[in-house]
């Protein structure tokens, strides 16, 4: 489940108009999967050696493919305002339901100190009960402006991964999502820093 709140701002080049707003929102999403081994061994993420838990290093190369199904839902608000020309904005309101799979392939490369990890996905999504409302106080026809989006999405994602030892992760990654109406593009870099003994070495 994840949460969150923020502050955004306004600009209308029509008018010269500016405000800003609040904006809240969460979700929840659950997964389920299979990783079917394509080429090499799965190496365990961890093994009991003489009652402690210790880091298995990967010595083989593994090449797997990665299922999966998810449902989730999601509930963003953007707050009411009134822009600088005196023109009032209502309440948005964007929440709906999602079901979707995932395809997955990825592989484990051991190179002496590093573990890389590059992978590339395919992705359908369909959301339900979808609403997507606007309060405008005073507009012609009526305040509540309702707006159809598109319910269904494909796309990609892609990245790669690369782990030294048992240590930090340091890694980038992209991803795309298009409908009907709507196209979505976006990336990341990371670095991920484990703190307090290795659990393990492999995390698909």
């Known amino acids: 489940m994840s949460g969150g709140f923020g502050h955004s701002s306004l600009s209308q080049s029509i008018d010269g108009s500016t405000g800003s707003y609040s904006t809240r929102g969460y979700g929840t999403d659950w997964r389920l999967g299979h990783v079917f ?22 010595a083989t190369s593994f090449v797997g493919l990665d299922v999966s199904a998810h449902l989730g839902y999601r509930n963003d608000q953007a707050g009411g305002f009134t822009d ?7 309440n948005d309101t964007f929440k709906y339901g999602e079901v979707g799979g995932r395809a997955r392939l990825f592989a484990v490369l051991p190179r002496g100190a590093l ?11 369909q959301r339900f009960g979808l609403s997507h409302d606007s309060f405008v106080p005073g507009f012609a026809g009526g305040d509540v402006i309702t707006f159809q989006n598109a319910k ?4 990609s994602d892609f990245g790669i991964s690369a782990r ?3 240590g930090a992760i340091y890694g980038a990654e992209g991803f795309y999502r298009a409908s009907s109406d709507t196209s979505i593009a976006g990336g990341r870099g990371y670095i991920k820093v484990p703190f307090g003994p290795p659990a393990g070495v492999l995390r698909y």
């Open 152 to 155: 269904t999405f494909w796309g």
């Open 115 to 125: 573990t890389w990890m590059p992978y590339v996905a395919g992705t359908l999504d």
């Open 37 to 58: 081994p394509l080429l090499g061994t799965p190496v365990p993420s961890a093994a009991r050696v003489r009652g402690k838990r210790q880091a298995v290093a990967a």
């Open 84 to 90: 600088s020309v005196g023109f009032i904005y209502g």
């Open 164 to 166: 030294v030892g048992t």
